[in-house]
């Protein structure tokens, strides 16, 4: 009897875990989130206008749960809302990616 071989394991970018400090109330503590979501979040609060610290103290406030998770869930939302937006309103859609003027994905 021949044993089977696992299928090998592909690296996906981003899903590696990043640990940073931050400060929530002037107190110092620790997030581990995936790359992605750091990502995410760096790009909401430049979006916003916030530093990574007020935007994760902003959703700290809010949280019910571990604060990865909450950080996870608040971007969950926020690409959501922005997807239906952009879907109630197409004319507001993100421009093709260059090279690809057809609009379509």
Avoid: C
């Amino acid at each position: 009897m021949m044993e089977e071989t696992p299928p090998p394991v592909v690296a996906v970018p981003g899903v590696e875990i990043r640990k940073r400090s931050v400060k929530i109330a002037g107190h110092s503590t620790s997030l581990s989130m995936e790359g992605i979501f750091w990502d995410a979040l760096k790009e909401v609060a430049a979006q916003r206008g916030l530093s990574l610290n007020v935007l994760i103290e902003e959703i700290d406030r809010g949280r019910g749960t571990n604060l990865s998770s909450a950080v996870r869930v608040y971007l969950l939302n926020h690409f959501r809302a922005a997807a239906q937006a952009r879907s109630a309103n197409p004319a507001v859609s993100p421009p093709a990616p260059s090279g690809d003027s057809s609009g379509r994905p």
